[in-house]
Every structure is written in structure tokens, then in C-alpha cells.
């Protein structure tokens, strides 16, 4: 018998913000570089795999507390963050004084957490910082099909407003590029054989496209979830 493709937990973060007051929302894509193996070149969201210490109690211990029903996601919660923070410098995390921790103060920091010569985890917990988890608003999970490459996932999909003090800045060893779009625009440049995206990545444009603002998808998202089972 052929032996089952190993199936990874990952997640990925849809941060979104208007680009005006009244609209249009937009969304962060960021660019895979064309040497990875697996979706060489797409554009996708920040995310990626479950590392074992998402799913610490200690890092379990600084995060917000308002998570009901979706504890079970908890680790997940914390990967997207981690992730967000790796690939485009966006931490959603708060101080001591419940201020946004600013980001471009610990540059040499996020380059060491991605070289692996620094733990995201332990750092959090070292400067007593609060992950805030609840802002993350869980929107479904798909599942990579098998592939010649051998990489599937299993990919809970979460959606968050970006604050406003908080901007994006791609490091290069994560992802070649990133950027802020419309869901129409993302869908426009795919069409034209401008970008290239995996159906979750579609779906969701699709599916935000028929907002106006990130109030708007936020609230109806709320009430609709999950969007995939």
C-alpha cells in the first residue's frame, strides 16, 4: 500500500484593513519565493506550520483570555501571530501597560528568531508581553490535497484587523514581497495571469469581495462562521 502523505497543522492570518474611512477594505498578500518547493511563487497570506512550543503552557499563559468555544485553536492562534510577526514584522502583542508593543524597535530580534538563534516564545514570556489572540477571528480550515511535492496541510484560516499603528515590513529570507490589495484587485491580477494563488486563497478573496469595510466583513463573518468546515 502507498503510503499516506503526512498531513502538517499550519495557520494563516488574513489581516485586512480600509484603505479609506468608508472603505474599500483591503488585504496584506505576501509573495513565496520561487525556491520553495511548495507553492513556489504564489501569493498567499502570512501563516505557516505549528512549531511543538505553540502549544506550551507557558506561551498558553500570555495570551488574552476571552476564548471560549475556540480554545481548541489556541496553538493555532499563537502560530498565526508568530508567523505574522516573522514574515512581515506585525506582532499582536501588548506591553505591560496594554500598549502595542512597537514593532521596529526589535528588528535584530526578529532576525534571529527566524535564523533560530532566538526562541519567539521565550521572548514573549521574558518581556512579560500579552499575545492578543482574541482579535483573531477563526473563519475555517481546508486541507491541502495530495501533491507531487509531498507538503500537506491542514490550515486553520483566521481574519484580524491590523492596527493602526502597526506596518507591515517583509523579511526577504520568509517571502519575496507584500502588499496591500482590494479582494477585487487580488482576483483581477490572478484572472490576468499577474499573480498566481491556491483556491483558499481565491475562495477568501472572493468571499471578502462583497464587503465594503473591515467592519462590515468582521461582523458578518462572526455571525457565519466557520466558512469551511
Same mark, same amino acid.
Not at 497543522?9 to 474599500?24: C, H, K, N, V, Y
Not at 506596518?167 to 484572472?191: C, D, F, H, S
Given at each position: 500500500?502507498?503510503?499516506?502523505?503526512?498531513?502538517?497543522?499550519?495557520?494563516?492570518?488574513?489581516?485586512?484593513?480600509?484603505?479609506?474611512?468608508?472603505?474599500?477594505?483591503?488585504?496584506?498578500?505576501?509573495?513565496?519565493?520561487?525556491?520553495?518547493? %511548495?507553492?513556489?511563487?504564489?501569493?498567499?497570506?502570512?501563516?505557516?506550520?505549528?512549531?511543538?512550543?505553540? %502549544?506550551?503552557?507557558?506561551?498558553?499563559?500570555?495570551?488574552? +483570555?476571552?476564548?471560549?468555544?475556540?480554545?481548541?485553536?489556541?496553538?493555532?492562534?499563537?502560530?498565526?501571530?508568530?508567523?505574522?510577526?516573522?514574515?512581515?514584522?506585525?506582532? !499582536?502583542?501588548?506591553?505591560?501597560?496594554?500598549?502595542?508593543?512597537?514593532?521596529?524597535?526589535?528588528?535584530?530580534?526578529?532576525?534571529?528568531?527566524?535564523?533560530?538563534?532566538?526562541?519567539?516564545?521565550?521572548?514573549?514570556?521574558?518581556?512579560?508581553?500579552?499575545?492578543?489572540?482574541?482579535?483573531?477571528?477563526?473563519?475555517?480550515?481546508?486541507?491541502?490535497?495530495?501533491?507531487?511535492?509531498?507538503?500537506? %496541510?491542514?490550515?486553520?484560516?483566521?481574519?484580524?484587523?491590523?492596527?493602526?499603528?502597526?506596518?507591515?515590513?517583509?523579511?526577504?529570507?520568509?517571502?519575496?514581497?507584500?502588499?496591500?490589495?482590494?479582494?477585487?484587485?487580488?482576483?483581477?491580477?490572478?484572472?490576468?495571469? !499577474?499573480? +498566481?494563488?491556491?483556491?483558499?486563497?481565491?475562495?477568501?478573496?472572493?468571499?471578502?469581495?462583497?464587503?465594503?469595510?473591515?467592519?462590515?466583513?468582521?461582523?458578518?463573518?462572526?455571525?457565519?462562521?466557520?466558512?469551511?468546515?
Amino acid at each position: 500500500m502507498e503510503n499516506e502523505q503526512e498531513i502538517r497543522q499550519a495557520s494563516t492570518l488574513i489581516l485586512m484593513r480600509d484603505r479609506q474611512e468608508g472603505g474599500p477594505c483591503e488585504v496584506f498578500v505576501t509573495k513565496r519565493p520561487e525556491t520553495m518547493t %511548495f507553492l513556489p511563487g504564489y501569493y498567499v497570506y502570512p501563516g505557516g506550520a505549528l512549531e511543538p512550543q505553540d %502549544f506550551g503552557k507557558s506561551i498558553a499563559s500570555r495570551c488574552t +483570555k476571552a476564548c471560549t468555544i475556540e480554545d481548541q485553536f489556541l496553538a493555532h492562534r499563537v502560530a498565526a501571530i508568530r508567523e505574522c510577526y516573522e514574515e512581515i514584522g506585525v506582532l !499582536l502583542a501588548r506591553d505591560s501597560h496594554g500598549e502595542w508593543v512597537e514593532d521596529m524597535m526589535y528588528e535584530d530580534v526578529r532576525n534571529r528568531i527566524i535564523q533560530g538563534a532566538e526562541s519567539f516564545h521565550e521572548w514573549v514570556i521574558r518581556n512579560g508581553w500579552t499575545l492578543e489572540v482574541d482579535v483573531l477571528l477563526y473563519v475555517g480550515c481546508r486541507v491541502t490535497p495530495k501533491n507531487p511535492t509531498n507538503r500537506r %496541510f491542514e490550515t486553520r484560516f483566521f481574519m484580524a484587523r491590523i492596527p493602526r499603528s502597526k506596518v507591515p515590513k517583509v523579511n526577504e529570507r520568509e517571502v519575496i514581497e507584500g502588499m496591500w490589495l482590494t479582494p477585487q484587485e487580488a482576483l483581477q491580477a490572478y484572472a490576468q495571469g !499577474l499573480m +498566481k494563488m491556491a483556491p483558499p486563497t481565491l475562495d477568501s478573496l472572493r468571499y471578502l469581495s462583497r464587503f465594503r469595510t473591515v467592519d462590515e466583513a468582521l461582523k458578518y463573518t462572526r455571525k457565519n462562521i466557520p466558512l469551511w468546515n
